[in-house]
T-cell receptor
Framework: SQQGEEDPQALSIQEGENATMNCSYKTSINNLQWYRQNSGRGLVHLILIRSNEREKHSGRLRVTLDTSKKSSSLLITASRAADTASYFCATDNNFGNEKLTFGTGTRLTIIP | NAGVTQTPKFQVLKTGQSMTLQCAQDMNHEYMSWYRQDPGMGLRLIHYSVGAGITDQGEVPNGYNVSRSTTEDFPLRLLSAAPSQTSVYFC????????????FGPGTRLLVL
């Protein structure tokens, strides 16, 4: 079964706007990661947040983590056409990185 | 560094045929994993390995075998292909440690008729 569930399943916004997507998970974790997948390609790591962190930034990305609610959010600011992709959260469930559990993903479309 | 490589990129099989999906990494990573991705879904873990000679089952292991004779290679074998195994298969590798992330290959698209 899927550990993470992303919300929304699909999101379309105008270029320049901010995009927010959410992830919920079920078990305790050491860390949570976000990945991007362009159509027909493999996944690319975006950012990792540890269980004792509440917020992390990387360029135009901001990730928050609320372990009490077992949820995380990914904010992409000032979106660009190149941000069009599917975004997945992944959790380690207190195992190592060899056993990540992925959510179902959010399909983000940036309208030029 | 080539990173994680997978071959073939695309394969068509008939039901009952067997094949091996190849995966190799040149980053000296201890961990390697195989996932499958079906339309509209995230990735599901098939098998994984924490080092040469050590493998274990993931969420959906039935119908697949793996071995890890070297650090670099982690082949996935389909013993008797079924239409339900039509999917995109991704191999990933990573180092141990809490801050390490997975590096993914480009994927193999498999169609079983």
């Amino acid at each position: 079964s899927q550990q993470g569930e992303e919300d929304p399943q699909a999101l379309s916004i105008q270029e320049g706007e901010n995009a927010t997507m959410n992830c919920s998970y079920k078990t305790s974790i050491n860390n949570l990661q976000w990945y991007r997948q362009n159509s027909g390609r493999g996944l690319v790591h975006l950012i990792l947040i540890r269980s004792n962190e509440r917020e992390k930034h990387s360029g135009r990305l901001r990730v928050t983590l609320d372990t009490s609610k077992k949820s995380s959010s990914l904010l992409i600011t000032a979106s660009r056409a190149a941000d069009t992709a599917s975004y997945f959260c992944a959790t380690d469930n207190n195992f190592g990185n060899e056993k990540l559990t992925f959510g179902t993903g959010t399909r983000l479309t940036i309208i030029p | 560094n080539a990173g994680v490589t997978q071959t073939p990129k695309f394969q068509v099989l008939k039901t009952g045929q067997s094949m091996t999906l190849q995966c190799a990494q040149d980053m000296n990573h201890e961990y390697m994993s195989w996932y499958r991705q079906d339309p509209g879904m995230g990735l599901r873990l098939i098998h994984y390995s924490v080092g040469a000679g050590i493998t274990d089952q993931g969420e959906v292991p039935n119908g697949y075998n793996v071995s890890r004779s070297t650090t670099e290679d982690f082949p996935l074998r389909l013993l008797s292909a079924a239409p339900s195994q039509t999917s995109v298969y991704f191999c990933a590798s990573s180092s141990s440690g809490e801050q390490e992330t997975q590096y993914f290959g480009p994927g193999t698209r498999l169609l079983v008729l």
